[in-house]
């Protein structure tokens, strides 16, 4: 019996960890780390890592940096770094240093990935690295006065080759270095590599390994999440930020408002800090999320006409309970809305129930509708992940949806079938059993 009570963490932890393995499968990440973490004794952990998420079928495309190398070769040969606004201005010695920085960091990710993972089956299963001049650049000029020479931008990111790579389950690493048509060798940031390549590959996920604690509020405590707004407000305001946090969330605004959905920052001093983020419920970075919470708010009377527009024609198809005017009016403070150019596309309300045991509440989420002409653009998943997050504010430990029509969608998204007698005593006394809805219940959660 001892030894199957200490395998019940582990089987669990394996069982939460498989929706995200099969949603994870096919998917193109980029991941973010600089020069410091190849140098780190635990660089050989990180790598391990990268190897078993290649080898779930996860599309991986490593951007890294090398500051730490190029001021050492600068410092040897006795030269100063020279930056403006955080930005190198590479010369024709920097460049010289830059290149040869960039060219062993590189060939040292290469050498560790062609490894595998050591004491395992994957022993010595070589992953296949592609990397070259899939970066054109161009020069940076002169800024506010600054000449910044060698230092370039990205012009252009040859994403069929990188995407051609992917497809015959390679991993591909990009460099802070872009190539122009005529030859010409350019500094850039990892961060523009980055955001420039998860921008033109369509990337559903960006994930950036800083350095330090990651981001934290004003009372050091790790900010969990931030909607775009929230983090355009972080950068705007007077509050002081380490160097690589303001880049990377600079870089976080623009993928977001380029189509990237999640952007991820995560410490680099946590061992498994990649594993835990994407297989866990909770994770251990911040989340900045691109869906637009600003157009997702607390419903008023004057949305009742807009609201009943939406939900109509479900009521007449019986997939929604039909809500008389005068009935949504009075319940109307349950209902969350989006809006978007002073119409309502979408709907959903949260109805909390005590289940009458010390600690446990529950919410029942009801009346979920998108427009016709906005559904398969994931705001459905967009509301119903603010829904859980409105629930989790105000104490909720599960939500449960009765559903004739859906029930698929909800159990994609994590919900679990279950019986009547799962619902709280006064929601299951109210429970239509000519409807004949079926029962699903989901434990919140961080979400992924």
Request: charge should be neutral; glycine fraction near 8%; charged fraction near 25%.
């Amino acid at each position: 019996m001892t030894t199957i009570t200490a395998q019940k963490p582990f089987v669990s932890w394996f069982r939460d960890a498989g929706p995200y393995i099969n949603a994870f499968r096919g998917r193109t990440f980029v991941l973010v780390f600089g020069g410091e973490a190849v140098q780190d004794d635990g660089f050989a952990g990180l790598i391990h890592d990268i190897a078993l998420l290649n080898s779930l079928g996860i599309r991986l495309v490593l951007v890294h940096g090398a500051r730490p190398q190029v001021e050492a070769r600068l410092k040897t040969r006795g030269q100063q770094t020279h930056t403006v606004d955080d930005l190198r201005v590479t010369d024709d010695i920097a460049l010289v240093c830059v290149k040869e920085a960039v060219g062993t960091v590189r060939v040292e990710i290469e050498a560790r990935l062609s490894m595998g993972l050591a004491h395992s089956p994957m022993a010595g299963a070589r992953i296949h690295v592609a990397s070259g001049n899939m970066v054109t650049a161009r020069p940076l000029g002169v800024c506010d006065g600054t000449d910044f020479l060698h230092t370039g931008e990205v012009r252009r990111i040859d994403a069929e080759a990188i995407h051609a790579q992917l497809a015959l389950g390679g991993v591909v690493l990009l460099s802070p270095l872009g190539y122009s048509p005529t030859g010409e060798v350019f500094n850039l940031s990892a961060e523009d590599v980055a955001t420039s390549a998860a921008i033109a590959l369509k990337a559903d996920k960006v994930l950036y390994l800083a350095e330090g604690p990651g981001l934290r509020d004003a009372r050091k405590k790790l900010v969990r999440e931030l909607s775009l707004s929230d983090t355009q407000k972080t950068l705007d305001s007077r509050r002081k930020l380490p160097q690589d946090i303001r880049r990377i969330l600079h870089s976080a605004v623009n993928l977001c408002l380029n189509g990237i959905k999640r952007v991820h920052i995560l410490s680099r001093q946590i061992d498994g800090a990649l594993l835990q983020e994407l297989f866990t419920r909770d994770g251990v970075g911040t989340l900045i999320n691109a869906d637009r919470y600003e157009d997702t708010r607390q419903a008023g009377i004057e949305d009742v006409a807009g609201i009943l527009e939406l939900i109509t024609p479900l009521e007449a198809a019986d997939v929604l309970v039909r809500r008389p005017r005068e009935r949504l009016e009075m319940e109307i403070q349950r209902f969350t809305v989006v809006e978007r150019d002073g119409m309502i596309i979408a709907c959903a309300a949260l109805y909390p129930f005590a289940d009458g045991k010390p600690g446990a509440h529950s919410a029942e989420l009801a009346c979920l509708a998108v427009h016709p002409d906005y559904q398969g653009e994931g705001r459905g998943e967009t509301l119903l992940r603010f829904i859980e997050q409105t629930a989790k504010q105000h104490g909720i430990e599960n939500l449960f949806v009765l559903s004739t029509r859906t029930s698929h969608w909800f159990l994609e998204r994590g919900f679990i079938k279950a019986g009547l007698d799962a619902l709280p005593k006064k929601r299951k006394a109210l429970y239509n059993y000519r409807r004949n809805a079926n029962v699903f219940i989901r434990k919140l959660g961080a979400t992924d």
